[in-house]
């Protein structure tokens, strides 16, 4: 008796986890198609103005330095607090 139920439910788990599947594989298809054309127009900046791009990895690269340096200053003075 517990068959009968178990069958049609599994039957209907099967068809909403592919129908599931199929839509992320045509999301993802939609994602990649969008990088490729971000880094299409990113390197075409770069290619056109490479001074600016640069500047700006310079800049992007001392923020992240800065904030890594500000983290781990942070954790250290976390750590001293605690002995």
Known sequence: MATKKVAPAKKKIDTVALKAQKETEKQIKKV?????????????YMQKNPHKSAAIAAGVGAA????????????????????
């Open 64 to 83: 992240l330095g800065a904030t890594i340096a500000a983290l781990a200053v942070s954790g250290s003075k976390k750590k001293s607090k605690k002995k």
């Open 32 to 44: 990649k198609k969008e990088l490729a054309a971000a880094e299409k127009k990113a390197t075409e």
